[in-house]
């Protein structure tokens, strides 16, 4: 009962694509991604089967030699591909935390538009500036999930959905079991004061979630935006400098490649700051 896209799942590099495509009833334009992933890395749109097959392939090379996917193979990891239905409209994320399939504190965060085909991420804003009808319907559909899920979700989840215009419903792109990455910790926190490492630690520990006292979503104690920088050319990277008229209203500012290291461009390459 809970809104999802159509999907089928890849696990080697030689699952037959349209095959599988055929058996969910799924048509194009569809989305790839690896699976665990972040950061948007490799997600591309595929209009037709043959840019599905081509990038399909491009992901195999790249999964195959990737740092994380050594690490996650550690622990038993199944790094697959996932091909999924194209929902058309805007993006969010909720960093919620639930206690016991209770959820708490759940603000709705909007994602920028992405320049396609890629995914890689553009940035967001926070609390949420879409119409009210769609904010309420992305959040009914997180409390819906929870609902599916039952007591045994506990602790600080990263939601990500879509209003799917076409439609007229919220759909959920993808559920993570942790604190959402990048700028997510010090948005929701310069936001609503919340400290989601705190509440991930005080569900963990059973402790009652007393820093949650009075935050309403509603209310937030000032607006946020950040903004994803990408290199233009891929080369070593020489300089970092931040203009003063735009250090002197930014909170914080992350820069994910050092000095002297290699630049690669997206899809290869998640966010350069």
Known sequence: GVHAQRFAALHTQFDDVQDL??????????????SPGAGSLLVKKCDDLHSLLAHVAEMWSVIKGHADTKHLSAYGADTHILVEEFIDGPEVDIDCVVSHGKVLFAPVSDNFATDPPYFVEAGGQVPSRLP??????????????????GTVVNGVLHF?????TRRQQAVIIEVNGRLGGAETYIMVKSAYGVDLGECLVRTALGMPLSNLDGVDVRRPVQHCASLNMYPKMEGKLLKIRCPPEAEAAMIECTVRVNIGEELQLPPKACGCA
């Not at 495509?21 to 690896?34: C, I, T």
């Not at 009210?132 to 899920?149: G, K, Q, T």
Request: glycine letters at 0%; proline letters at 8%; hydrophobic letters at 45%.
């Open 132 to 149: 009210p009808y769609m904010r309420r319907a992305l959040s009914e559909l997180l409390e819906s999930y929870v609902a599916a899920m």
């Open 21 to 34: 495509m055929l058996d969910k009833e799924m048509r194009f334009p569809v989305v790839a991604k690896p």
């Open 160 to 164: 990500e959905a879509k209003y799917d």
